[in-house]
């Protein structure tokens, strides 16, 4: 945990932008696998964690913005507790690291809503995205009080936890510590004849042996060219892409979120060096537009510009490359956003909902196919983390629709395709804060140029 | 998977066993970590797995005993999701994998029920043990038609699965063959110096390194006193004990379930060997009596007395065994179940209830302490797979609650224990096929006696 002063500013300056009421903040409860009592890792509501710092589960917080009052609810341990889980600290000690004063027993929680409720004070409730959450906003709604998400408290959170303080951007630096070591070790171990699960294997004992976890589950994959595959069952073999995107995550639970392509076999064939590099292009020429008031979503299509020029000199696509674009030919081979924000969630805030988070009244999500997955598009500001992932991708399913329609044939040379059915994926990403002048890409670097990439591999 | 006729089979008998109505298995859905689309690795609901085999999230299957019909509702993979998470076979096919031939749309499912409640069938369902099956008996539950547990279900469900297949118990060998492979990497990595974390972290990548992972999150640490301490965060010093309570989970989702002790440093101190003597004595001991018929609570008691006999040798508890034991003098030290089912699940069958599984009308659940632990107390059949784990502990809490009121001062030598608070705990653990004429420990041999143990720490 960082200091209790942390968190007491924290709740403070929320306390300060809220015109009244209360604002509640259920923590998260353990997840059970396949039985109650066998749980996966326990994982804090971010939010929760972002004001009271609590790794615990069955807790909740409220900060009450009249009466100027911070409560967390739990119970201490019992002699069960004592022998099973240990002893550890009483909850009331560990109130006091997160600067909380009062504790109250659980069973009191609801009833201080319903009471709330009831008293006709506004009670501010982000989103519920686990059905634990879901259950409590019924167990409180009734035809008369019906427990409404709270606008106000998601823009109010949304707004503060996306500008970094110091001791944020230092963990996020930490974070990408233990990543590098991560895609360092994917390098080295991605030989033909393994198995993913044994380069993934080599990936998540990195983040292990630091002490911490993966923010997510990593892709680590031959099959890149499925965004988000999460199998790590195919064998490797000589002139395969390994396409590793992961994240260390550290005690306080802020994650890295990197993406490099590693040659099985230690070397790139020429015709994934020229793919290569167009991604590496778009990457660089796009992040560095990167400075507070730049709406991302120019940044996301400048970056589909690059790779559009790219590909045409790939003899890939044709055409106008700006028409290209505003018709989202590119999305054929670049169907995902540039990045999104970055911190205590990989996709920092998604539980708030995209919409609020990436997007505001001036900029508002667009529906094209490929720019609708882009998850941040607004105007940056000074100490927003963000990604920048651009990727290029040959989804024969994904060609084969387009090309049964003849979809947007005046900018993609279809003909040409055929010779890259097999090709996979490459995505780069690095994590970029955002400062007063520009940019800083965070985290040590990693091998990230062709040279580079192959020294790695062969060592 | 296994064979479609294996799933066909299991599915026959259970339809063969129940009265009639429908005999309905929701699976499972991803579970959220910090938000919807970060969710845990998936992990299926054991039951479905057992009658259906499909790991895949958002499925339900139907048996429709009436009808002699067998349903999987669940949705084919659009392009959002081709291209997001993979195309790879199509649903349709997978159910023929399962042996299903009917395939309907996911938003069938909860008319289908509704139908048959509606047209006064027997809806059979297994107890919810995450929220949403919880919210799917909500939504489906109204005052008209309330949706209840059949205790039928439950009972013909866990006398099925109690009995282990043939391919079920070479199932468990292999993921035996992976938990050794764990407990030898922690046996060879515990050096003073460590941390926790560290051993962990070989220890799973045993696991994912097979392909795998662990069954259940792996106790690991030098505090055993705390019998579920899942932080690993102590760092090892010379004369520590290494509890490793933890299991590789196969492909199928059967998991080992052993525990060693590893002395920090290479070599156990003569009072951690006497301790530990006793609680191997114990362990073999009781599990020799196992064979079809007998108790388990009878094997329970009989370690609970060759442990009590060796904690009299050794000064710390004093009087007539047979008394101590029936008033649970042991339990200070012992305050657990000497073993569980084994299965799917690594307490098996555990979200049915455990009452159900482990006891029945002849033995019923003692609420003495220690004893209330006991997971399985009823006969024993051939085919089960149970685990058999002792322990010895000393827990500074529990000796002061009982000290404070001289609790069973007749058995315990209080005044000796303080030499011990400082000991942490001991447990061995096995996994046992229990065969027509006795038992069978699985697995190839994992270190166990003083000599076998303190040279796996040297090599």
Known sequence: MFSPEVYRQRRK????????????????????????????????????????????????????IDEGTETIFGN????????????????????????????KPSDSFQETLKGSLKGGRKVHLLPPYREEHRALFAALSDAALELTVSQELIRAVAAQRSVKQAEEIEEQEKALGITRHMHLAAMKTARPGLFEYEVFAAVQNEAAAAGGRLGFPAICTVKGQT????????????????????????????????TRVTPVGGTFSEKQKEIYQIVLKGKEEATALIKPGIPYRDVHLHAAKVMAEGLKSAGLMKGNTDDAVEQGAHALFFPHGFGHLLGLDVHDMESLGEDFVGYDTEIERDSQFGLAYLRLGRRLKENWVVTAEPGIYFIPELIDQWQAKNHLADFIHYEKLDEYRSFGGIRLEDNILVTAEGYRVLGEPIPITISEVEAAAST
Chains 1, 2 share one sequence.
Not at 26 to 52: I, K, T, V, W
Not at 229 to 258: F, P, V
């Open 227 to 258: 965004l988000h595959n999460l199998s790590y069952n195919n064998q490797l073999k000589a002139g395969d892409l390994l396409i590793l995107d992961g994240g260390g995550e550290t005690a306080e639970r802020y994650t890295g979120d990197i």
């Open 13 to 64: 300056a929320l306390a300060s932008t809220l015109s009244g009421g209360i604002a509640v903040f259920p923590g998260n409860r353990e997840s059970p696998m396949n039985y109650p009592a066998n749980a996966y890792p326990f994982r804090q509501d971010s939010s929760f964690l972002y004001y009271f710092g609590i790794q615990q589960p069955d807790l909740a917080g409220i900060i009450d």
């Open 76 to 103: 201490e341990p019992g002699m069960h507790e004592i022998i099973w889980i240990g002893s550890g600290r009483s909850l009331k000690e560990t109130c006091g690291d997160a600067g909380i004063d009062t504790l």
